[in-house]
């Protein structure tokens, strides 16, 4: 089959024909996270591309990510103890005050996608939360996305609360959204910066030792 209609599903905000694509691929043999990697994702990321060209409206932003989202709920079941192996445990959430979750779902579906175990707390999540999630799944990663100038500024809060647990040698903070940058990461003591998704995952995978 050509998946290459899965990834125009995904563009055009499709679910229904997603969802009934993703079916036949899983069918013919492709492995769920093949498809979520290499056909899925790069619908996210070419919606995104236009998205960022002024060719693509908040409105085709979120139906893209609904079609993503139908997709992932039939293939997410699959993928379970697929390898029995993880990479490790990423709790992900988008910081206090902040609603912005496109972005940092995509994170969290490449991080499923590769093998990462995810907890996603959602939006506008507290410091509090933050470290509760940590503590109680013992997580090697915490994520913090933030789309706000506004609220940017609230991942310190969340990285002086983990410190205060005594806890901030027991996990790596990632840091990610569209206003943030390296500088700033380093500023607020977080230990990673990356600019998308992908490299999300492949950073990880380095952080915590587990690729070349
Ligand atoms: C969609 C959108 C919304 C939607 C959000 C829907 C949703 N479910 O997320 C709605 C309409 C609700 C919304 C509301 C608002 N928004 Co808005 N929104 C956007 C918009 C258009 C796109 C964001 C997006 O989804 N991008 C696509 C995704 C794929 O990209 P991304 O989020 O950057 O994520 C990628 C990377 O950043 C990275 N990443 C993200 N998180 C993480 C985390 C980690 C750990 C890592 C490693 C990487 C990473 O990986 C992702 C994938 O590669 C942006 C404009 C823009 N250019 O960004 C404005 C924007 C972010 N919004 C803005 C504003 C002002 C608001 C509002 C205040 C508007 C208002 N007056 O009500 C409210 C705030 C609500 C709130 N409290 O959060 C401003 C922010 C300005 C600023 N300087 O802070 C922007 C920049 C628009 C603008 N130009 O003015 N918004």
Not at 80 to 87: D, H, L, T
């Given at each position: 089959m050509d998946l290459q209609e899965l990834t125009d599903a995904i563009v055009a905000g499709n679910m229904n024909g997603a969802v009934t694509l993703s079916k036949q691929a899983v069918e013919s043999g492709i492995e769920p996270k093949t498809i979520i990697s290499d056909y899925l994702i790069k619908g996210m990321e070419i919606i995104g591309a236009r998205f960022g060209e002024g060719k693509a409206f908040v409105p085709n932003l979120l139906m893209s990510a609904r079609a993503m989202k139908g997709c992932l709920d039939l293939l997410k079941p699959m993928m379970?103890?697929?390898?029995?192996?993880?990479?490790g445990k990423v709790v992900i959430g988008t910081v206090k005050g902040d609603l912005h979750d496109i972005g940092k779902n995509l994170v969290a579906s490449m991080f499923e996608g590769s093998g990462f175990e995810v907890i996603n707390l959602g939006i506008n999540v507290d410091a509090d939360k933050f470290v509760k999630a940590v503590i109680d799944n013992d997580a090697d990663i915490l994520s913090l996305s933030a789309l706000l100038t506004t609220t940017m500024g609230y991942m310190k809060d969340v990285i002086k609360a983990v410190e205060e647990a005594g806890i901030r040698n027991n996990v790596k903070i990632m840091v990610g959204g569209a206003p943030l940058n390296e500088a700033f990461a380093r500023e607020i003591g977080a230990d990673v910066y990356t600019a998308d998704a992908n490299e999300a995952v492949i950073v990880a995978k380095k952080l915590l030792g587990k690729s070349s």
């Open positions: 379970q103890g697929e390898s029995g192996i993880s990479y």
